[in-house]
């Protein structure tokens, strides 16, 4: 396996402004490594870049720690998967994936074995005098799937591949493309919007937003301690509340507006900040601590999903939510009390949206560890 | 693994050949083997197109010898001798003539055709395929079919006007008929053509628009009017230019038919200009005719574009 | 209601139908008639004169004509699929410098009517010794500019990751375009290569002008020698040439109608 490392990588059309802005990554051998962002957020154009689909405009491409920048897409020693999944409409199955084997010149033993432990692992053994366009979607993939893996490229390039399936088969998907990686411990870099996927699926992700990376980590990670806003309400759903508010030095409190206040001590002078809290932070008062901050807030819509509740409502005009444990029938506009604890609390940078005060993040990051 | 043997090999290579490499690239594209699938078209248009069309230009403005070579520079000599030619002025007017007696007609006949084959019926296929069925007939044979039936004794016209004691028509020989006689013939020419062309357009048009106009209580010609011409617009504007430019290049019906007879009144442009040029070996003097029919086509192509365009309603 | 709609329907198509049909109807009854029944005007044959085709056969080299014909089409054809087809891929799936430029110019030609050319290559096709030749015949015709547009709006609608998933399995571009792109696009190269073998079986000046013998004369031009031998009378021998000069494209015409309607209105309107 291969590891693929860009350096201050960047990316610009034409003389036109950089889409993708100094790139810093390095992924490791055997890795799951996800690319995860808002649609246009540059995330398929860097796997096109180390697949040398695209151009790198400005900074250096190490694939096993070889410069390859230059190095045409068929000698980076990878292999590709894409959203539409890209099968030739004229082909089975079986001629489908093995084309790029016959173009490589390889045996035909070696062929037929390697077709045939595919399509065991993918279970398509049936399938394979069939033509694309009689497989269901989910088939597809798998074909897809199979054509990437009998190529036995040490890295595997995945842009949204489950994109076009539907919720229930992507679930299944999910998994199962996890388990195939664990299994022939191909070094994964893996392209989607859904930061469900990012979370469930990756050893770890880059959250892009603009081109620009945001975050590099473990998804609990990332999830836990978000560098900056940005990252804060991409990742986790339902999304991180998030209000503007102003730290008084003096009285020790947030001020989220005239009424409402939140009695915190912090290690620095007053400024404009912003406040995040995840909706599973918010607590009913009487599951809460003794410590917990409470506050009486208007309900104003209560959707009961199964086994959990998610209550909005306004705080300074901005919708939050809440995510309760069970079910609770409250009609809204009921007024009620919510807790939250101190140490939930994340403050960001009003200003360039860092954060700067993330109470339960480790006092020295944890290395990370495949 | 197989593909880690492939070795990553060029590391980044010397500084002076990615140099080469870059300037290279500046030059002819990233892949310069575009060329390579592009040079049969190149020198075929080269060659046979854009050389010969110059060249028709240059053969203008000269005098040319018994074999057609060029041979004095006269300037706009034989523009001038060609403008001032009864000969040509009744050939360009008999050319618009023809347009205008063969353009409107053939693609009238030709929307209500199929107008008609579009309409969802059993069998439907089978009149489709006979309407369309003149394309597949040569300028030829449907010339030497029409010669048949414009007999003047033979010919099943005259026999059929005979029968209601009308006397027959000289159709082709008679100055007052002959370019009708020869309208008719690529009237009916044409027809397959414009018709497949026109049906194309029509399949093409959305079928939820007929629906909610149904469901709104539109009539037929209230839906012909606000919905099928107006979407088929585009194929109209397509098969307008066409049929134009087919007119004024018309060729093998008049060399069957009349010979550019009687009286040159069906001596159409490419026919004079045929006549000019492989019968006479007046190379200069057909060239200059071929220029002015170059400038007539462009210009009718241009003023299709300029007016046509304004009031096609492209989906 | 419907009924008498759906009916009336068919007697108006009916109707058309004979009257298009008409010429052609006719001139294979004709093709029947002894010379006595021509110029007595009847429609039908009393009985079938299958001598004017033998004669027809024997007048002139019909057969020959015939094998010229089908030659010289399948040649064009040919060589129009493969050079259009190259010329598509290069505006669809290579990246080079110009290529705009390059496609104006392609469909400009489009805008040249044959007749500006028709002098200078006749003087270059003399020069080559090409009169009275097949190549004088086919070769200038290869190049197409409606090909090439036609094809363009076809491989336009191949998905870009195919090429790429292409490159990236290191398959190059002849070996992509031969065993990929040419196979999808098996129904519009169908559509042009009927189009193509229609018009070129039916061209008519330009062998009228590079055949003046008839070693390599196609069909039409055989018609047009046929037609101007015969004497007034053998309308059923001339009528019989016809027949063998219109059959062969109306079932080629018959096979490849849906094919061409829909190919050409595609490639006429996007």
Known sequence: MKSVELIDASKAYGNGPSVIEKLNVKINPGEFFVLVGPSGCGKSTILRMIAGLEDITSGKLLIGGQPANTLPPSKRSLSMVFQNYALYPHLSVRENITFGLKARRIGKEVLEKRLRDAADMLDLGRYLDRK?????????????????????????????????????????????????????????????????????????????????????????????????????????????????VVYDAAKKLLRLNKDWTLPVDLPFSSRDLTLGIRPANIRPDERAGENAIRLSIKVSDVEILGNETLLTFLVNDQIWTAKWEGQWSIPGGTVCQIAVSAEDLLLFDRENGKCIHDPKRPSKPEEVTV | ?????????????????????????????????????????????????????????????????????????????????????????????????????????????????????????????????????????????????????????????????????????????????????????????HLGFTFLILLGGLQNIDEHLYESANIEGAGYFYQLRRITLPMLSPTLFFVITVSMIDAFQTFGQIDLLTKGGPGNSTNLIVYSIYQKAFINFDFGSASSAVVVLFFCILLVTALQFKFGERKVHYQ | MRIVKQTSLYVVLTALSLVLFFPMLYAFSASFMSAQEVLLGHFLPSTLHFENYLQAFQDVPLFRFLINSIFISLVVTFGVLAVSSMAAYAFVFLDFKGRKLLFVLFISTMMIPWEASMIPNFVTVQQLGWINRYAGLTIPFFASAFGTF????????????????????????????????????????????????????????????????????????????????????????????????????????????????????DGALK
């Open chain 2, 1 to 189: 693994m197989a593909m880690e043997r492939a070795q990553v090999e060029r590391t980044g290579g010397l500084p002076a050949t990615v140099a080469r490499e870059k300037l290279f690239r500046r030059i002819l594209g990233r892949q310069p083997a575009a060329w390579l699938y592009l040079m049969p078209s190149l020198i075929l248009f080269a060659v046979f197109v854009f050389y010969p069309l110059f060249k028709t230009i240059y053969l203008s403005f000269f005098l040319s010898d018994m074999k057609g070579l060029p041979t004095v520079f006269i300037g706009l000599d034989n523009y001038v001798r060609l403008f001032s030619s009864p000969e040509f002025i009744q050939s360009a007017g008999s050319t618009l003539l023809f347009v205008l007696y063969t353009v409107p007609a053939t693609i009238i006949i030709a929307l209500i055709l199929a107008l008609l084959a579009n309409e969802k019926l059993k069998g439907i296929g089978f009149f489709r395929t006979i309407f369309s069925s003149s394309m597949g007939i040569s300028v030829a044979a449907s010339s030497v079919v029409w010669l048949f039936i414009f007999n003047p004794s033979a010919g099943i016209l005259n026999r059929i006007l005979s029968l209601f004691g009308l006397r027959g028509i000289n159709w082709l020989a008679d100055p007052n008929w002959a370019l009708f006689s020869v309208s008719l013939t690529t009237i009916w020419l």
């Open chain 1, 132 to 244: 694309p366009r009689q497989l269901s979607g989910g088939q597809r993939q798998r074909v897809a799937l199979a054509r990437s893996i009998v190529s036995e490229a040490p890295i595997c390039l995945m842009d949204e591949p489950l994109s076009n399936l539907d919720a229930k088969l992507r679930g299944r998907m999910r998994s199962e493309i996890r388990q195939i990686q664990r299994r022939i411990g191909t070094t994964m870099i893996y392209v989607t919007h859904d930061q469900i996927e990012a979370m469930t699926m990756g050893d770890r992700m880059m959250v892009l937003h603009d081109g620009h990376q945001q975050q590099i980590g473990r998804p609990i990670d990332v999830y836990n301690h978000p560098k900056n806003t940005f990252v804060a309400s991409f990742i986790g759903s339902p999304q991180m509340n998030l209000t503007p």
């Open chain 3, 150 to 265: 036609l094809l363009r709006q076809y491989f336009k609608t191949i998905p870009k990751e195919m090429q790429e998933a292409a490159q990236i399995a290191g398959i190059g571009h002849f070996r992509f375009f031969m065993n990929v792109v040419l196979p999808v696009s098996k129904t519009s190269l169908v559509t042009l290569g009927i189009y193509t073998f229609l018009t070129t079986w039916n061209a008519y000046l330009w062998p009228l002008l590079t055949t003046t013998d008839e070693l390599v004369r196609p069909l039409q031009i055989g018609l047009r020698q046929l037609q101007s031998q015969e004497t007034v009378n053998e309308w059923g021998v001339v009528m019989a040439a016809v027949m063998v000069v219109a059959v062969p494209t109306l079932i080629v015409l018959f096979i490849g109608q849906k094919h061409l309607q829909k190919g050409l209105t």
